[in-house]
């Protein structure tokens, strides 16, 4: 039962542009939400994160989005790089602490 | 100013022997989870550990898989007589604790069995 789910398994976008990466999640007792980024042969480094208070918060070229009533979440990247190139995952967490991750969705920035 | 630090990086076994991970946690950070990424796969929750305390194992297998959180030193996962399934990568997370859920996580292990 894949409680968040990533459907996109690729995306390529052209620097500069806008990248868009979606997550959606079943579990109604997620209040919390984070992206990370990975590269081959590394741990996730921690990207942004939001709170089911707010629908949305940004950090520099990062910007995530909170729609709680479609249990839909988005990162945008603004303007894409060649250096973010690399698999994101997004996590969700209740409670318990406990991330639960999608399958991540691997983003190419073309020059 | 060390993040989080998993040894071995790789480690090769023979299926039936015995594997230890080690993870040091960030400075500071009281609290550590283990996660798998089979091939192909997202990351998927193991266990999560305070010192000297299991506090959620509800990702663990069942059998021949155990963590601990030992007052002093790394925090360990061991996998018993492994298999060819457990081949994966093995990363380990520390955070401060709620209500930040924010968790650093190390490099990895990268466990083969042959």
């Known amino acids: 039962d894949q409680q968040v789910k990533q459907n996109s398994p690729s995306l390529s976008v052209q620097e500069g542009r806008i990248s868009i990466l979606n997550c959606d999640y079943t579990?109604?007792?997620?209040?919390?939400f984070l992206w990370y980024k990975k590269y081959p042969a590394e741990g996730p480094t921690f990207l942004i994160s939001i709170s089911s208070i707010k629908d949305k918060n940004e950090d520099g070229r990062f910007t995530v989005f909170l729609n709680k009533s479609a249990k839909h979440l988005s990162l945008h990247i603004v303007p894409s790089q060649p250096g973010d190139s690399a698999v994101y995952f997004c996590g969700a967490a209740g409670t318990a602490s406990k991330l639960t991750f999608g399958t991540g969705t691997r983003l190419q920035v073309t020059l | 100013n060390a993040g989080v630090m998993q040894n071995p990086r790789h480690l090769v076994r023979r299926r039936g022997q015995e594997a230890r991970l080690r993870c040091s946690p960030m400075?500071?950070?009281?609290?550590v989870y283990w996660y798998r990424q089979l091939p192909e796969e997202g990351l998927k929750f193991m266990v999560y550990l305070q010192k000297e305390n299991i506090i959620d194992e509800s990702g663990m297998p069942k059998e021949r898989f155990s963590a601990e959180f030992p007052k002093e030193g790394p925090s360990i996962l061991r996998i018993q007589q492994v298999v060819r399934g457990d081949s994966a990568a093995y990363f380990c997370?520390?955070?401060?604790?709620?209500?930040?859920?924010?968790?650093?996580f190390g490099p990895g292990t990268r466990l083969t069995v042959t």
């Open positions: 997370a520390s955070s401060r604790g709620q209500p930040t859920y924010e968790q650093y």
């Open positions: 400075k500071g950070h009281s609290h």
């Open positions: 579990n109604s007792m997620f209040d919390y």
